[in-house]
């Protein structure tokens, strides 16, 4: 399992994780360790291998009161997931129908109303303002890019 959290305190026994498969799944975690760089956990109810085997795959989140409060200028990806992408004249480009976390910058998947798809860095130079309450996103596509 890779731990991509900041905050890695949450890896303690009696901790509820929630699967990515659809309905979640509740996990409660007993142990953690290390092996060859990986982090190994081990959870109430999967007691065997191939129990493990039908978890590979899936994303481990927790539940959404348990988040952290974010700074300004901060957003959760599902916060941003279906978002009208307007252009600066406020015209509908498309919707934000993903997010793409990366190790030097995140994107942003844009459907376009054609149904093609392009990502666009999320950076201030090419995301103008964000209003996850008001339901859309500014972009500011370079030239060609939408």
Known sequence: MVADTDHP??????AVFLTSDSPPRELVLISTRR???ALLAAFV???DRDQAADLQGS??????????TLAEGEFWPDDLQGLAALDHNG????TVTGVVLGDVQDRLVITTTDGDQFELPFVDELVGEVHPSGGFVVILP???LQ
Do not use: Q, S
């Not at 305190?9 to 009696?14: I, L, V």
């Not at 481990?60 to 009161?65: G, K, M, P, Q």
């Open 35 to 37: 092996h060859h760089g």
């Open 59 to 68: 994303v481990l989140t927790i539940d959404t009161e348990e988040r952290r």
């Open 9 to 14: 305190e949450r890896f303690e026994p009696g």
């Open 91 to 94: 015209d509908k480009i498309g």
């Open 142 to 144: 370079p030239e060609g």
């Open 45 to 47: 109810g999967v007691e």
